[in-house]
């Protein structure tokens, strides 16, 4: 009976480390006739439509080398200009309101809601709900072939952000490491 318990509890620490895990929803899509393994160089357009300016620069500092470190895993180096590929990125962030409830059923004597004996119990519910504000930020990565400008690549993640910055600096590299391992390119081992 011990042995099923302690496998139980490393089923759930299996399931909670999964679910922390994916908090990040990740949407891509690509040119398939691309070959992404000529790519060895890449080049850093900016950030589309001034969307940076919705970022502090530490922010902004922890997303470029979150990337510069993926794309090195892969065996790609940044260079200043006119590299294999390049990339673009845009950044949103939402006021968003979650809504919560929760019910409560209360039945009176032994009968409660159910049928009982042909008649029914008496009973109430009362139900709470909880509205909380968070802000979803959204970073599209836009990737060009270098050469005849064609975009090749595209990666969305879409995440919860959190306003303790020591979270954060462990949080969008690891976001932006959800992201990368949609691209093509998998890290050299």
Known sequence: ????????????????????????????????????TKFQTYSFLGWQDDSDKLLNDFDKKRIKEAFVEEFEARGMKVVKDNGDMTVSLFVVIDQKTSTTAYTDYYGSGYRGYRRYRGGWGYGHATTTYTENDYLEGTIVMDVFDGESKDQVWQGIAKATVGHNPEKREKTIPRNIGALM??????PVK
């Open 181 to 186: 391992n949609k691209f093509p390119v998998q």
């Open 1 to 36: 009976m011990k042995m099923k318990s302690i496998q139980a509890s490393i089923s759930l620490v299996v399931v909670l480390l999964l679910f922390s895990c994916s908090s990040v929803k990740v949407v891509t899509d690509q040119d398939k006739t691309v070959d992404f």
